[in-house]
């Protein structure tokens, strides 16, 4: 079952000051901003997942932020596997709780249950 967010960041998240991050907190902040931005994702990720087996699995917020990482960097899906795993920055962009590695294959199921129309609605919410 998809969490809609995670409700805490941890206080072991902290941001650097370089040209990137700052980029990301600024995206960021668009996206707290505009809190329906989670509805299209989050009904799209209910529609390919089964909530009577395995993990519980990302966020939606998770989803969206890991799919705007990759598209904002230009990056494969094996790139932001590796980058979140390593970069402080996009783990906390990402929100991603300690422990928390997704797979590239993890990472590309999840982006791509986002529906043209969800992108739409999330382009339009933000607009």
Known sequence: ?????????????????????????????????????????????????????GRQGMTAEQVLRSAVLKQY?????????FHIEGSDAFRTFARLEMGQHPSKSVLQENNKAISDKAWEAIHNEIL
Request: charged content about 30%; some cysteine; aromatic content about 4%.
């Open 1 to 53: 079952m998809h969490r809609r967010f995670t409700p805490q960041m941890s206080l072991f998240a902290p941001m650097a000051r370089n040209s990137i991050v700052k980029e990301l907190k600024r995206i960021s902040e668009v996206l707290d901003a505009n809190p329906g931005v989670l509805d299209p994702v989050c009904n799209d990720l209910v529609k390919t997942s089964r909530s009577d087996t």
């Open 73 to 81: 960097r230009e990056l494969t899906y094996e790139e932001p596997a």
